[in-house]
């Protein structure tokens, strides 16, 4: 998970994580921290730790090693492994291990059914019903309803705990109508279900929605990228709506050396930045290896860029594998060893992850999950 041998660090802040988990748990009322893929790249151990120590009871994973490795570090609080299981092994380390999974289409349902008869288990087994209502991805669909109570009737020993739906654009204004269809067709299906079964808890706000749509918290929610000081609404009318959460990762690299270019100099590989007048610039010891990709290359200095001594500093040139060059040419006291952040860092000019995201061509959830790797 970690590349040992490289010069950059990365600061993961668990204070700023638990001060947004206890805000959108205020917010929401129930929430359940999304700790998927390594908490986002900030290391699933480190964050439960902290989470479990704030007071946060129940965490969501993606698959069912990750949820057995989160029982691991030591968390005996409520587990949901969103991927759900895909063999009568998964669901018997879920049943011995207490983790709730995701169920979302019949054959697994049925499965599951038998691997609870084989075993005779005495105990219920707890599970959530996952229902696609627009994002077509995992879930049962609203037509199979009757389906999933059947099944469930004639198997007594499974339980459905929770009830859930993954919505597709809550963090996007224009298509606000599309979550209120989600939200419409999510109550009926839990309506439906509720005439049958015992009762069971509804979930289906993920951040965005906790932070837009107070009508869709119902009984539980699953904040992922708010709790990392992500804004869902970066760059859209509701920005304000995810504003004030704090930043939590910080990345570092050190200057290797510093040096003078004169009008007509080229930076780097492919020659794609040219000095028009004589400048500064320093090399950084961070590059595609690092996973700080390839495509904050600029020819013109103009876009991407690191912060030095509280100053942004524009990568010149392409980035290589292990290094990277910035115009330091109004950072003077720039000097090799110096520290360059490449997210964070401190002052007004500190480097936001939806704007490294943004210059990226990606999104603030891909930058934690590629530079999250070089956490050691
Ligand atoms: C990742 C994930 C979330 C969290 O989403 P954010 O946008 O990060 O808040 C919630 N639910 C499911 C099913 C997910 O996969």
């Known amino acids: 998970m970690s590349i040992p041998y490289n010069l950059l660090r990365v600061r993961i802040d668990t204070n700023a994580i638990c001060s947004n988990y206890r805000k959108l748990h205020q917010a929401g009322g129930q929430a359940i921290a999304v700790v998927k893929s390594d908490a986002y790249g900030h290391g699933l151990k480190k964050v439960a730790n ?3 120590q704030a007071g946060c009871t129940r965490m969501a994973v993606g698959t069912v090693d990750e949820a ?4 691991d570090c030591g968390f005996d ?20 291990r207490g983790i709730i999974p995701c169920i979302t289409h019949v054959e697994q349902l049925q499965r599951l059914a038998l691997t609870l008869q084989s075993q ?15 994002m077509r991805r995992l879930g049962f669909a609203a037509a199979e309803t009757p389906m999933v109570t059947g099944i469930l009737r004639n198997a007594p020993g499974l339980r459905a705990v929770m009830v859930a739906s993954h919505l597709a654009t809550a963090d996007t204004p224009e298509e606000e109508a599309f979550v209120h269809q989600q939200g ?3 109550t009926t299906i839990c309506a439906l279900l509720a005439e049958t079964l015992p009762p069971f808890e509804r979930c289906l706000a993920n951040s965005a929605a906790i932070l837009a749509f107070p009508d869709l918290h119902l009984d539980a929610q699953r904040p992922g990228i708010a709790m990392y000081g992500g804004n869902p609404f970066h760059a859209t009318d509701w ?7 704090l930043p939590t990762m910080e990345v570092q690299a050190p200057v290797l050396q510093v040096r003078d270019l004169a009008p007509g100099d080229s930076v780097s590989y492919g020659r794609t930045f040219r000095a028009t007048e004589p400048m500064r610039i320093a090399i950084v ?3 595609y290896a690092d996973a700080y990709s390839r495509g904050l290359s600029s020819a013109t200095g103009n876009g991407p860029a690191m912060l030095l001594h509280g100053c942004r500093a524009p990568i010149v040139g392409r980035v290589c594998m292990q290094m990277t060059a910035v115009d ?18 401190t002052g007004t000019e500190a480097i936001r992850v939806e704007e490294l995201a943004a210059w990226w061509g990606t999104i603030s959830y891909e930058v934690y999950c590629m530079l999250g790797m070089n956490r050691r």
């Open 285 to 287: 010891a961070a590059g």
């Open 68 to 71: 057995a490795y989160l029982r």
């Open 239 to 245: 920005e304000e709506l995810g504003a004030g959460l």
């Open 50 to 52: 902290a989470l479990a």
């Open 77 to 96: 609080g409520q587990i949901m492994a969103l991927l759900g299981t895909h063999n009568a092994e998964e669901d018997l380390e879920c049943l011995r």
């Open 328 to 345: 330091v040419t109004h950072i003077p006291q720039t000097r090799s060893g110096d520290t360059a952040f490449l997210l964070g860092g």
């Open 120 to 134: 005779s288990a005495h105990k219920p087994f707890p599970l959530c019903l996952k229902f696609d209502t627009g």
């Open 184 to 186: 419409r067709e999510f």
